[in-house]
């Protein structure tokens, strides 16, 4: 893969959009510094006609096709079948119980009358007891299927319930039936109610409101308490505090469930947080028309809402009427009509309102044989079998002039076809981004957290500037993703004219990051300027695999003027150095490299191949005086070699080898037998590379990762501050992070740990791999590499974790002495016969030394 296409797939996100500025970005005339052979004039440059890649060139993200299906992640919750979505709410926490725990504040008023939102807390006149309204859902863990309205009920708590210990199961009051579970409290109720029961002895009694058609759905009930009235707790009048608390969030979240009447699905619920939190926070980015649109889907019928929302989380474009089937969607003709009339989606069902590109996609709604008979009908021979060749040949036929009635035919097969409105496609995607500020997260983000398969710390989110200050730079930041989509795509199909294009627009506008502010804000990577800077050293790569090189010093030389506080210049400074010697100019070489040592910008592996160059580079007559670099030279990385039996060595391919059990391993696995052994020394060990250490970075340093600063926590799904990456990370939070390393280096280190890794244990962190390593092996890892090395590590990283990241040796070693207590451990980097270290391998090595670290390089040979 191109250096920089993954980092550009990652940014351009898992949903593409349907790129409506293609044709002005093709057609617009770019300034052509490159000299690049490019056809202005044509609207959709043909792959044909593209100059050939070379054969090393693997551009291609090769994917298999996803076959469509009606469920989703939305549907899932954790079997094959689909479950009730009132049972997700009983089984799963509610994503706005968590947006409280971290000071989200949101508006959940959908905009319904008064008159249709249930009235929560009533008194009744016969008694005088305080009511409470609420749902029975989990009905499939019920025997009972036929319920009556008026039927007496009562709760019983149900801590023994291994999903929820907060559980209350819903029974049959008559004492006959008494033990009959009619299902549970939703979770989200049965949570705060649970301890009101358990503390202060409350029993409660009722009866079912009403019955719905469908005997899964969540079933409407009344209960009250004989202990409480409408003033408060009959036996105490003066209750605690604790209970009034405890009992106005009854009401709280009893109030807003019922908000959200019974038929309300989990994903609808999810939708509108989504794009209510956004047009709260960002409303200054929308026009008044985008905001009016916006704010009228909850105003479409229930049926449109999910319809709408099923689509837009599917690979669409079109999809087919008769293909499309919820079970909570009662008429999906119906909801589809409402929704075309409002604009949120487009229909087709006249073969005189198919245009090309139209025609082209519904053509991909058609299975084999329906494409089959149409090419038979029409006497058209297709070169291949294969769906796609036999779409190929259709789109070529209808494009001929002989068009006959291809669209009818299609249709007639098709039927009624849909998709979103590109306005609604827009607008949504626009919403997502907002929301999530990645393309990594979508909808099913929602989904994960309400099944809880994922965790996300706890922090505050304290408002500060914008990150988009205004409605023009949000546009300008879409239109450079636009541009990286399209040429991610074009590298897809081979396109290398369409490619060079958008290698020359992002050349153009990236010199206005000039007047940008350094790269020291947490805010930097959301602007146009930074988005094309990818697409310039995504060009770098493809220009240098087609040795074009003068094109690539080029655009090296204009990333590094433009951007003067990066912690990117290191790599672009190396690869500016390289070239400009396959360019066979020596001495500009390096000239580039030395300066490139005296920029402050210039890190770590880069930094280390920069030395390197130098030293190989300037011997005489370029330079009389050879330099010296005292970590290069005066420090000699210890050396190892071992041997192995060898399964295979061939080039381009990873080793294999028979470890000491005569099974088959890697050069890790066998390394590792080595030093376990007597002969190396009785080591206990694991292949970590650097994950052990960011594990050990984020556990030890948890609570300043997640602290009070304002701006770097935007969204409630963040698992590490915006800037983390940045220069500001360490110096807004100086003097807490030295005073916690302090702790570490005084011996605290296994304590810390501890604690944090229990109390946080299964919460999403960036760097943290709670699946690989056990708090054994992380208390081995602290206690026998020692508590100054270990603080030298975390300070590295916290004020570089850009640069320190990656590249850590391959094996953490440790071992205790005879006492038991202490211990000492060592790093060791394993490679292969024609293995070599990478530079950023080389500077971590150094590093660790120089902090205090035993390290050591095993090389692997195959036996003679």
């Not at 054969?55 to 076959?67: A, F, I, N, P, Y």
Request: aromatic share 8%; proline share 4%; glycine share 6%.
């Amino acid at each position: 893969m191109l250096t920089g296409r993954e980092s550009l797939v990652r940014l351009i996100g898992k949903r593409r959009r349907s790129l409506p500025n293609r044709h002005s970005f093709l057609s617009a005339p770019t300034p052509n510094s490159l000299n690049f052979e490019v056809n202005d004039g044509d609207n959709d440059p043909s792959p044909h006609d593209s100059s050939k890649f070379s054969d090393d060139l693997s551009v291609s993200r090769k994917k298999k096709k996803r076959r469509l299906t009606q469920t989703t992640l939305l549907q899932w919750s954790g079997s094959k079948q689909s479950e009730d979505d009132s049972l997700l709410i009983h089984t799963h926490q509610s994503i706005l119980e968590r947006s409280d725990s971290i000071c989200c504040k949101l508006d959940y008023d959908d905009g319904s009358s008064s008159e249709e939102v249930l009235k929560t807390v009533t008194l009744d006149e016969a008694n005088g007891d305080a009511a409470i309204q609420t749902l029975i859902v989990g009905r499939k863990f019920s025997d009972v299927q036929d319920l009556e309205t008026g039927a007496k009920i009562c709760l019983l708590r149900h801590p023994e319930n291994i999903k929820d210990p907060n559980a209350i199961k819903v029974l049959y009051a008559d004492s006959g039936l008494s033990e009959t579970l009619l299902g549970y409290l939703p979770k989200d109720v049965s949570q705060c109610l649970s301890p009101l029961i358990d503390e202060y002895d409350l029993n409660f009694e009722g009866i079912i409101t009403s019955v719905p058609k469908n005997p899964s759905e969540a079933v409407p009930i009344k209960v009250v308490c004989d202990k409480m009235t409408s003033d408060g707790w009959k036996e105490n009048e003066s209750a605690g505090e604790d209970f009034k608390l405890l009992w106005e969030k009854v009401l709280q979240v009893v109030e807003h469930q019922m908000q959200f009447p019974p038929k309300t699905t989990r994903y609808q619920l999810n939708f509108s947080v989504l794009v209510q939190e956004v047009l709260r926070s960002c409303s200054h980015l929308f026009t008044a028309d985008e905001k009016t649109f916006l704010e009228s889907f909850p105003s479409l019928s229930e049926d449109s809402q999910r319809l709408f929302i099923r689509l837009y989380t599917r690979k669409g474009p079109w999809f087919r009427l008769s293909n499309i089937s919820y079970p909570e969607v009662s008429d999906s003709f119906q909801a589809l009509k409402d929704l075309t009339v409002r604009g949120f989606m487009t229909s087709v069902k006249d073969p005189n309102d198919l245009n090309d590109q139209m025609m082209k996609e519904i053509t991909e709604l058609l299975n084999v044989t329906e494409l089959r008979d149409i090419l038979s009908m029409n006497k058209v021979f297709s070169r291949g079998s294969r769906k796609r060749d036999l779409i190929t040949s259709l789109c070529s036929y209808y494009n001929d002039g002989t068009r006959m009635n291809i669209g009818t035919m299609i249709l007639e097969r098709t039927g009624l076809c849909a998709k979103i409105s590109s306005t609604a496609e827009t607008l949504m995607w626009r919403v997502e981004r907002l929301f999530f500020l990645n393309g990594e997260q979508d909808l099913s983000s929602f989904v994960l957290l309400d099944l809880g398969i994922i965790k996300y710390p706890t922090y505050k989110c304290i408002d500060s500037e914008h990150i988009f200050s205004d409605r023009i730079k949000l546009l300008a930041y879409e239109e450079a993703i636009e541009v990286a989509q399209l040429m991610d795509e074009s590298l897809d199909s081979e396109d290398s004219q369409t490619v060079l294009k958008c290698i020359m627009i992002a050349e153009t506008r990236i010199s206005s990051s000039s007047s940008e502010s350094a790269v020291l804000a947490p805010f930097n990577c959301f602007t146009a300027p930074w988005v094309y800077s990818k697409m310039v050293l995504l060009g770098v790569s493809f220009l240098e695999n087609q040795k074009r090189y003068n094109q690539a010093v080029y655009l090296l030389r204009r990333l590094l003027s433009c951007f003067n506080c990066d912690g990117r210049r290191g790599y672009w400074t190396v690869r500016l150095s390289t070239d400009l010697e396959h360019m066979g100019r020596p001495n500009e070489s390096l000239s580039v490299a030395e300066q490139g040592l005296l920029d402050p910008w210039v890190r770590a592996g880069s930094r280390i191949a920069l030395q390197r160059r130098i030293l190989r580079l300037a011997k005489p007559p370029r330079r009389w005086k050879t330099p010296t670099f005292p970590n290069l030279i005066d420090n000699k990385i210890p050396e190892v070699t071992i041997q192995g039996r060898s399964l295979n060595c061939e080039v381009g391919m990873k080793n294999r080898f028979y470890g000491e059990d005569g099974e088959q391993c890697g050069v890790e696995q066998l390394a590792l037998q080595y030093y376990n052994g007597e002969g190396g020394g009785g080591w206990q060990g694991i292949h970590t590379e650097s994950s052990i250490w960011l594990t050990i970075f984020a556990l030890l340093l948890w609570d300043i990762l997640f602290s009070d600063v304002a701006g770097v926590f935007q969204t409630r799904f963040q698992t590490s501050p915006l800037d983390l990456e940045t220069e500001s990370f360490y110096l807004t939070r100086k003097e807490a992070i030295e005073s916690q390393l302090e702790k570490v280096a005084n011996g605290m280190a296994e304590e810390i740990l501890i604690i944090s890794y229990e109390t946080h244990r299964g919460t999403a962190c960036r760097g943290v791999a709670w699946e690989r390593f056990s708090l054994e092996e992380l208390r081995a890892a602290v206690a026998c590499v020692g508590g100054n090395c270990v603080a030298s590590l975390c300070r590295y990283l916290a004020q570089d974790y850009r640069s320190w990241c990656s590249g850590m040796p391959d094996l953490l070693l440790w071992r205790f002495k005879e006492n038991g207590y202490e211990g000492e451990a060592k790093l060791v980097e394993v490679k292969s016969e024609k293995d070599r270290l990478s530079e950023q391998q080389r500077a971590w090595l150094l590093l660790l030394m120089d902090s205090g670290f035993n390290v050591e390089i095993c090389k692997v040979r195959p036996c003679v």
